[in-house]
């Protein structure tokens, strides 16, 4: 096993561009740390080029971008990368995180069973707002920000060195600091809008597997 990234990072619709730009703060941890980064972005977000690659080196951390239910998560123009009942294999002896809705439910559990050692995730959809005037500039999306830093933290946590059970923790935690700020303070309308669904991704948030697991 290496200690390569394998990171997914589909770019076919406004949530997907997003977490897109986002992940690249989860490239730029690797590169500091000197982790190896395999980076199958946009139209490389396939079926064929995430199971070559997989084969190929073996990545320890794979990180998946995209959308998804309880069997299933899809790369670009939502063709399905890994599913229940298919290919739960792939993932033997990795660590996986799963940005996308509802995978821990089902998919989760069966990769599991079928030898990852953690597969972080979501029990339901995984859900973040946006601030429609920053739609072509996500990095300066202050609101996307509250979801989408507690949800980089998994990964930038497990490349910092951090067992999975520990990342997760740091995720939660990053979600709690979110909340309390916006309970606390004089934060704008879309801040207090945003307060159930973050506490809605910190709830279904999971870690399933082997909490000490490390990259």
């Known amino acids: 096993m290496n200690s390569y990234l394998l990171i ?4 076919h619709d406004i949530t997907t ?12 941890e690797a ?3 000197g982790v190896k980064t395999v980076d199958l972005r946009g139209r490389r977000a396939n079926k064929k080029e995430f199971t070559s690659v ?3 080196i073996r990545p320890r951390l794979i990180v998946l971008n995209g959308h998804g239910d309880n069997k299933s998560v899809t790369g670009f123009d939502n063709e399905v990368l890994i599913e229940v009942g298919n290919n739960e294999k792939l993932l033997e002896r990795k660590i996986a995180y799963a940005v996308s809705c509802s995978s821990a439910k089902t998919l989760g559990s ?3 069973d079928f030898g990852t050692d953690t597969y972080i995730g979501y029990t339901d959809d ?4 946006i601030n429609e005037t920053k739609i072509t500039k996500p990095l300066e999306d202050k609101t996307a920000q509250l979801f989408l830093e507690p949800s980089n933290k998994i990964a930038i946590s497990l490349l910092k060195g951090n067992s999975s059970g ?3 923790k740091k995720s939660q935690e990053v979600f709690r600091r979110n909340i309390t700020h916006l309970l606390t303070s004089e934060s704008s309308q879309e ?5 159930p669904y973050l506490l809605w991704d910190m709830r279904h948030q999971v870690c399933l597997g082997d909490h000490n697991a490390i990259l």
Request: charged share 25%; net charge positive.
């Open 191 to 195: 801040g207090k809008e945003a307060l």
């Open 126 to 129: 995984f859900v973040f707002m």
């Open 8 to 11: 997914t990072r589909p770019n």
């Open 31 to 33: 590169d500091k740390k």
């Open 166 to 168: 520990n990342s997760y």
């Open 110 to 112: 069966k990769c599991i």
């Open 54 to 56: 997989i084969n190929k």
């Open 17 to 28: 561009n997003y977490l897109y730009y986002w992940s690249q703060k989860i490239i730029d």
